[in-house]
């Protein structure tokens, strides 16, 4: 198998994918593109490598793909296998070498740069890296200081933006004003049709306990003073030396 056939292979598994020849002229040529905006992801050519500007007279494939960084753009084709883009100059388009100069993994890696960088938000929401988030947890209203003591999954409602795999570290408002746990998203999106009268709950999110922290390590005083943090009214990020510092602790 080409080194081309395998990128196909690996972006119609990963991204559902498959490659489009929209030139009758060169059949060689093939696009891949979003299935929602249907924007290029990457464009697939069969060129002279005296066009490309290398040596040798055969022709060879490579791949462009889009990097959201121009500097990187910049550092990568002072490489070996990396080139300008070939036909498409602007906006950090690069061309790279399908011809076993870049190793295969740095192939896909780049492509999964170029989905990103050309995806919709949507798109880019559903393909992103799993993330950390601060969610609050009202004892008023669930008896969260116990539930895990009960079982080791419990439902939650969904936050915005929260996706499967995401970590939250759940801060128990007052009376006890503290992160006190860290639990695992394990799916998102279950629809929940109850309806509170002080709360709205749109989807659900199963969380699994993953540690728990005395009240005093991570308080509303210590969140404060030491990191910053002033309020937790709905799901938001978490600096990097809090994020660092909660996974330094040891499960008590």
Same mark, same amino acid.
């Given at each position: 198998?080409?080194? %081309?056939?395998?990128v196909f292979t690996y972006c119609k598994e990963k991204y559902g994918v498959c490659?489009?020849?929209?030139?009758?002229?060169?059949?060689?040529?093939?696009?891949? @593109?979003?299935?929602?905006?249907?924007?290029?992801?990457?464009?697939? +050519? $069969?060129?002279?490598?005296?066009?490309?500007?290398?040596?040798?007279?055969?022709?060879?494939?490579?791949?462009?793909?889009?990097?959201?960084?121009?500097?990187?753009?910049?550092?990568? *084709?002072?490489? #070996?296998?990396?080139? @300008?883009?070939?036909?498409?100059?602007?906006? $950090?388009?690069?061309?790279? /070498?399908?011809?076993?100069?870049?190793?295969?993994?740095?192939?896909?890696?780049w492509l999964d740069e170029s989905f990103l960088a050309t995806a919709s938000a949507?798109?880019?929401?559903?393909? @992103?890296?799993?993330?950390?988030?601060?969610?609050?947890?009202?004892?008023?209203?669930?008896?969260?200081?116990?539930?895990?003591?009960?079982?080791?999954?419990?439902?939650?409602?969904? =936050?915005?933006?929260?996706?499967?795999?995401?970590?939250?570290?759940?801060?128990?408002?007052?009376?006890? #004003?503290?992160? +006190?746990?860290?639990?695992?998203?394990?799916?998102?999106?279950?629809?929940?049709?109850? %309806?509170? #009268?002080?709360?709205?709950?749109?989807?659900? +999110?199963?969380?699994? /306990?993953?540690?728990?922290?005395?009240?005093? @390590?991570? #308080?509303?005083?210590? /969140? %404060?003073?030491?990191? =910053?943090?002033?309020?937790?009214?709905?799901?938001?990020?978490?600096?990097?030396?809090?994020?660092?510092? /909660?996974?330094?602790?040891? *499960?008590?």
């Amino acid at each position: 198998m080409t080194v %081309k056939n395998e990128v196909f292979t690996y972006c119609k598994e990963k991204y559902g994918v498959c490659p489009e020849t929209p030139w009758p002229r060169f059949p060689e040529y093939a696009v891949l @593109r979003h299935r929602d905006q249907k924007k290029w992801f990457a464009l697939f +050519m $069969n060129v002279d490598r005296e066009k490309l500007g290398i040596p040798g007279k055969e022709n060879v494939d490579i791949v462009n793909v889009k990097l959201s960084d121009p500097l990187l753009a910049d550092l990568l *084709t002072r490489q #070996s296998g990396y080139l @300008r883009g070939y036909h498409i100059m602007r906006g $950090n388009w690069i061309s790279i /070498l399908l011809d076993g100069t870049v190793a295969y993994p740095a192939i896909c890696q780049w492509l999964d740069e170029s989905f990103l960088a050309t995806a919709s938000a949507a798109t880019r929401q559903k393909y @992103r890296h799993c993330k950390e988030w601060i969610i609050p947890a009202n004892p008023a209203y669930y008896d969260i200081i116990h539930a895990f003591d009960r079982q080791e999954e419990i439902a939650w409602k969904q =936050g915005r933006g929260i996706r499967t795999g995401d970590t939250v570290y759940m801060y128990v408002a007052a009376p006890v #004003s503290a992160v +006190m746990y860290r639990c695992r998203v394990m799916e998102t999106d279950i629809p929940y049709t109850q %309806k509170h #009268s002080n709360i709205r709950i749109p989807s659900l +999110m199963p969380i699994r /306990l993953e540690k728990r922290y005395d009240e005093e @390590r991570f #308080s509303f005083a210590v /969140l %404060k003073e030491t990191y =910053g943090i002033r309020a937790v009214r709905g799901p938001r990020g978490i600096p990097d030396q809090l994020s660092r510092d /909660l996974r330094k602790e040891e *499960t008590t």
